[in-house]
């Protein structure tokens, strides 16, 4: 999504583009720490961050503990349960900014698995 389209909205009821990426960063972070991690975090997001490069300098920095919380504790039932969750709520918001993409004309990358 192109910056200068961050704060569209498919329905005024909704989170805008930068509302829903800033909403995915700090649930992997939320999720880890809670379900991975088992340390108990209330949900207390950070404020919004604006620029497009700092909400993607952000989801890799999420990405990347995420990827090394796994590592770690890869034969830990706990810690593949948690990451499941984890990938399922993001799953549940990229379908989300799918509909956000094709809703500016965007074509969304291709999902690989």
Known sequence: MPETR????PSPDVWNFKELMNHIVYGISW???NYLKKIETPWNPPPILGKR???LDAMHKAYDALAQTIAKGKSN???LKGFHATLDHVTHHRGQAIVYLRCNGITPPEYTF
């Open 6 to 9: 961050y704060d569209f909205k």
């Open 31 to 33: 999720w880890e720490n």
């Open 53 to 55: 490069q700092e909400i």
């Open 77 to 79: 039932d706990g810690v």
